[in-house]
Structure formats: structure tokens, C-alpha cells
């Protein structure tokens, strides 16, 4: 089987109808195409389908309650709507499309909804005499509204003996829409193409001795989604990469350094043939003065001192090129007054454009999976919320193409 979802994380909820019995085969379709599914069922889903078989077909616990403590004390709402890239309601009942509608919260399918940023597709399943109905009607042109995807409904002989359009659409015709939606690029997705990018992700590692060195917890995740995104968004992708242990990104070049002058001299050469440059790099300010040649002895001191000296500041040095500078975009890692610290590093790098990120939550930043920035420009400001790195690299992407294009046009 084509691996068409391969890594999608797709949270499917079960509302209550007849076809809830079909969505058993839905998750399996697209577990077998390499999605990973978790399944919420409401409680009337639960009078047509068991927990138990959710459970089985999907590999995943399945969650049913919005106030259960034990459920969220596992993934709660809000960790499950934003662990999902794709969120499929099938079936979606009159009723849950009349909530959705509404914007209401009062379960945890609808509340999942409202604090998702993931796709929302809905296959609406009902009797075909309320499908016609002008209130649904009415509802699902709201949804359509609102950006969710409607697939279906099917038409044919329904379980109440009536024939008309209102039955789900079958399983594998869900997952082809999926698929087809994932295989599309819409047009702003394009917008990178024929732009050189370098992107500069991970630690810098810094000798003491033959086998100690200074340095920090990146892990490098934020700047190789960056550089992933970018290069599914068209650009040339150069990536300075520090000792990460991280894939290289489809279509991306990658360069391993070890230290920050490493990083330093791989950096200014690859600036030079680069539209845009991202420091998203955490290089160590400093290193050893001299690296000592023998792993240094322990001695009879308590307290042991060691020289160091300030590495070169390579976005500094980029921004500051005089000729084919790139546009320049830093990150500021900060743990107090983020804002002023990062408006400060703007400046005093020269830089066009910075990612002020607050690395004091352990929830986000240094080697999680999440992240949240504000992003700040001599003429602006944008706050992007706690995400996934992957969903937070195309926001930030976004932001930085439109600002490089307004001063390319200027
Ligand atoms: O790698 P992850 O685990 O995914 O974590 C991501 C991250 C938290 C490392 C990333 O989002 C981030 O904030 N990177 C910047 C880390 C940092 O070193 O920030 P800083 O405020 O110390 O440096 C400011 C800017 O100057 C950065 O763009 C940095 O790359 C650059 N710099 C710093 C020192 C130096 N000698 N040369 C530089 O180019």
C-alpha cells in the first residue's frame, strides 16, 4: 500500500449515526496508508460503535469524555486538537454540523474543533429529508464559510428506507479526498520557488579538551522544519546544520559543522549565493581560549577555571556584508523580557527581521516540539501562538516571503 499519509496525524471523530459503523474501516484505511489515528466518539456514537473496536482498528486509545480526568490526564482537548495535521468528522449528524456551525463547545469533539488549527474535513451523514432541510443547508454553507472541507453526502437507499442524498460518503472516497487535498499545493505554496535560502539550525559545540565541550540543548528541530517547508515551498535550500541527529529534509543541502567558527566560515560563504538567511542556529558565545590537547586532570583545587573568548556573531556578520547580503532574519532565545531583548538584537545585528522566542517554558523551544515566536520587523509585529514546529515554520516562512518581497519591490 502507498505510504500517501505517511506521518499524518489524523484525529477522527465519531458523532452519532448509523454510519459510525463505517468508520471502523475509515480509520483503517488510512492507518494501512501510514497515518497515525487517534478516535474521539461522542456518547451517542457510543450506542452505534464500541471504544473497544475504535481502539483495536486504530492502535490508540480513544477518548470519549471532556471532563474525565484520567482521559485527560493522558492527551486533553487542547493537547489533542493540536497534536492533529488533519481532523475528519464522519460521520458529522445534523446536530454536530448545527454546533459546529454555532462555534458551540459543549463536548469534546466540538471543543476539539474550536481549538484546532489543523484541516477540518466533515462527512455529513442523515436522513435525506433533514439534509434538505433549509436549516442544514444553511449550517453547512456557514461551515463552508468558515474554511471546513465537506465531503459527501452520498447518495442511495438509507437505513430508514428513504432514498436521497444524506448517506455517508464511503470510506474510501473520504480517504481520496484526504489524499487529494495533501497532494495539492495550493497556489501560496509555490511562493518560495526559484528563492536561495540558508538556514542555519541546531547547537554549535565548542571544545574544552579532546573529550569535553560547552554547549546547549538545541536540538535543531525548528530550523530543519523551516528548512523542510521552505524546500516543499520551492526555495534552494541550504542547511548549516550543528551535531543534530535529525534526517535531512527532502530536497535540502545540508552542511554538518561541529563549532561556531566552523559554522561561522560555512555560513558567510553559503550567505553570499542567498535571497534570504534564517539564524536559527544557538551558537555558543563563546569557546575556549585554547582548546587543551590533553583531557585536562583533575587537581587539587575545588574550583577550576576556564578562559574563554567570544566567538564571531554570525548573523551579524551576514547582515552586515556589504555586498549580495542576504534579507536577515535572526531568532532571539530569551527567558526574560523577550520583547525589549529581542527589539535590542534587531537593531544591534542590523537585522531585517527576528524571532523572539521565550525559551523559559519547558513546553516549548529548546528540543520540544512545540513553539511560539513574535515575530518583529522595523514596521511590525506578529505574535504566532504555541504550535508544532512544523505548523509554526510555514507561519513564520509566510511572514518572512512577505516582508523579503515588499523590500525587493521597494
Ligand atoms: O533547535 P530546537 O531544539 O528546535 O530549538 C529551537 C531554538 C530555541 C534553538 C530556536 O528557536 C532559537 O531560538 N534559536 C536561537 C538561539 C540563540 O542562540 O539565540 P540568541 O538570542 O543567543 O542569538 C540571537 C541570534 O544570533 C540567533 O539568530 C543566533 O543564531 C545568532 N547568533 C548568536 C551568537 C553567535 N555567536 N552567532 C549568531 O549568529
Known amino acids: 500500500m502507498q505510504q500517501t499519509l505517511a506521518n499524518k496525524r489524523i484525529l477522527l471523530a465519531v458523532s452519532g449515526g448509523i454510519a459510525a459503523y463505517k468508520s471502523a474501516d475509515l480509520t483503517r484505511r488510512l492507518a494501512e496508508r501510514g497515518a497515525e489515528v487517534r478516535v474521539i466518539l461522542t456518547d451517542s456514537a457510543q450506542q452505534f460503535i464500541t471504544p473497544l473496536t475504535m481502539q483495536a482498528v486504530s492502535g490508540n486509545p480513544v477518548s470519549t469524555s471532556l471532563l474525565d480526568p484520567s ?22 449528524t445534523a446536530n454536530v454540523i448545527a454546533k459546529l456551525a454555532q462555534g458551540m463547545a459543549d463536548d469534546l469533539l466540538t471543543t476539539c ?65 484526504i489524499e487529494q487535498f495533501m497532494a495539492a499545493k495550493p497556489a501560496y505554496q509555490q511562493h518560495w520557488q526559484g528563492i536561495s535560502l540558508t538556514i542555519t539550525a541546531g547547537p554549535t559545540r565548542e571544545a574544552i579538551d579532546p573529550v569535553r565541550y560547552i554547549s546547549n540543548h538545541s536540538s535543531g528541530k525548528m530550523g530543519f522544519a523551516l528548512a523542510a517547508i521552505a524546500a516543499q515551498q520551492g526555495a534552494t535550500v541550504t542547511l548549516i546544520a550543528g551535531p543534530v541527529s535529525l534526517a535531512t529534509p527532502a530536497g535540502v543541502k545540508r552542511i554538518d ?76 532565545a530569551e527567558t526574560h523580557n523577550l520583547l525589549d531583548y529581542a527589539r535590542g538584537k534587531l ?41 508544532s514546529k512544523t505548523a509554526l515554520a510555514q507561519q513564520i516562512l509566510h511572514h518572512v516571503l512577505q516582508q523579503f518581497t515588499l523590500q525587493t519591490k521597494a
Request: with cysteine; aromatic share 6%; glycine share 6%.
Open 257 to 332: 559543522v561541529i563549532s561556531a567558527e566552523q559554522m561561522h566560515q560555512a555560513a558567510i560563504a553559503a550567505a553570499q549565493n542567498s535571497q534570504v538567511f534564517i539564524g536559527c542556529a544557538a551558537v555558543a558565545d563563546y569557546r575556549m581560549a585554547k582548546v587543551a590537547e590533553q583531557k585536562l586532570k583533575k587537581t587539587g583545587n575545588d574550583d577550576l577555571n576556564l578562559q574563554l573568548v567570544k566567538n564571531p556573531d554570525i548573523i551579524a556578520s551576514v547582515a552586515s556584508l556589504s555586498q549580495q547580503r542576504p534579507f536577515t532574519v535572526g531568532f532571539a
Open 113 to 177: 474543533v474550536l481549538a484546532t488549527t489543523a484541516n477540518v474535513f466533515v462527512a455529513p451523514a442523515m436522513n435525506q429529508q433533514m439534509y434538505k432541510n433549509i436549516a442544514t443547508r444553511k449550517n453547512i454553507a456557514t461551515l463552508k464559510e468558515h474554511n471546513f472541507h465537506i465531503i459527501g453526502p452520498a447518495s442511495g437507499e438509507q437505513a430508514c428506507g428513504d432514498v436521497g442524498l444524506g448517506r455517508m460518503e464511503e470510506p474510501l472516497n473520504i480517504v481520496a479526498a
Open 347 to 387: 537593531a544591534s545585528k542590523k537585522l531585517d527581521m527576528i524571532c523572539a522566542n521565550d525559551v523559559s517554558d519547558p513546553e516549548q523551544g529548546f528540543n520540544s516540539d512545540q513553539n511560539a515566536v513574535t515575530l518583529i520587523w522595523p514596521q511590525g509585529e506578529q505574535a504566532l501562538p504555541a504550535q
Open 71 to 92: 482521559a485527560e490526564a493522558a492527551m486533553g482537548h487542547i493537547e489533542l486538537a493540536k497534536w492533529a495535521d488533519i481532523f475528519i468528522i464522519a460521520p458529522a
